[in-house]
């Protein structure tokens, strides 16, 4: 193992990955350069979404933060760039880049970092020196399903977001979040995960999106193609599904099509989540919603 973080189980030396890895920001950085020189509205790259890569080191899967570098060209062309990161990590590497900087608005809403890795993203990490105010994370309990992430998303993010008035959204969509994902503990469906997209896209001037995260492989593909419809503002139609046995979208337990059935915690274990969720979103209305002339009521 190197000081840089190569040689992990996470991050090993294999042939081809610094290549891989500059292929990924290239599509990143050229997406975001689409945005930039015509009138196009969004732009996907699945394969990238690296938010955990730091400065000069790789780590969480993550060589190169293609999103760190893309975004750092858009500020040095003069654009105000937010940056929403839904994949279920906290989004480590992209806070440290904009940390200290009030050209980014940097917003991770992830599960808390007590229960998974990178082990940090709480609400107190709000960014220091000309950044403070700039970065906003809103960790979520473990167990969090659809109406408790919606909730707290839609009560932090679009008051930000209007208020920052960004040029371009970056947004890192990871497919982690879904409630079959091995690595992680949410329990949002497809039905949360298309909301949270349709509301980006509301809320969006222009949005360059990447993928990210998504252990899950089917769940992760259908959540990619629900949001790729979402934001072109299309309705995909499952031709396939049934008539080839489901196996087009993974195992016959979980085929029939894109879309999950609802899903809602209840109970004891509901308004433990409902009550964190709570208390965060709290914390971040009464500390920096001021600061960004937003209003409490
Ligand atoms: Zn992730």
């Not at 969480?60 to 990161?85: H, K, Q, S």
């Not at 809103?138 to 109406?147: E, K, S």
């Not at 839609?154 to 990871?174: H, R, T």
Request: contains cysteine.
């Amino acid at each position: 193992m190197y000081a840089v973080g190569l040689g992990t189980e996470d991050n090993p030396i294999t042939k081809g990955m610094y290549q891989f890895a500059l292929g990924a920001t290239g599509a990143t950085y050229h997406g975001a350069m689409c945005l930039v020189e015509s009138d196009t509205k969004f732009v996907f790259n699945p394969l990238g979404g690296f938010h955990h890569a730091g400065r000069s080191h790789a780590e969480g899967f993550c060589y190169i933060n293609d999103i760190a570098i893309t975004i750092e060209a858009l500020i040095r062309m003069g654009l105000r760039v937010a940056y929403i990161d839904i994949d279920v990590h906290h989004g480590n590497g992209v806070q440290n880049a904009f940390y200290e900087t009030n050209k980014v608005l940097t917003i991770s809403i992830h599960e808390s970092g007590k229960t998974l890795y990178p082990w940090s993203g709480f609400e107190d990490g709000i960014g220091i020196r000309e950044g403070r105010g700039y970065n906003v994370n809103i960790p979520l309990p473990a167990g969090t399903d659809d109406d408790v992430y919606l909730y707290a998303f839609e009560q932090i993010i679009p008051p930000l977001v209007n208020a920052f008035k960004p040029d371009i959204v970056f947004a890192e969509i990871g497919g982690d979040v879904h409630r079959d994902d091995p690595l992680a503990h949410f329990n949002v469906t497809s039905n949360g995960f298309k909301k949270a997209v349709r509301i980006l896209k509301e809320i969006s001037p222009k949005v360059i999106a990447t993928g990210g995260g998504g252990y899950n492989l089917f769940k992760t593909a259908a959540l990619w193609a629900l949001a790729w419809a979402e934001m072109c503002g299309l309705t995909p139609h499952d031709h396939y599904a049934g008539i080839v046995g489901g196996m087009m979208y993974g195992p016959e337990t979980q085929s029939g099509s894109l879309d999950d059935p609802p899903f809602s915690l209840d109970g004891q274990e509901k308004e433990e989540c409902l009550k964190q969720a709570r208390d965060v979103v709290r914390f971040i209305k009464e500390t920096l919603f001021p600061m960004h002339g937003i209003r409490l009521h």
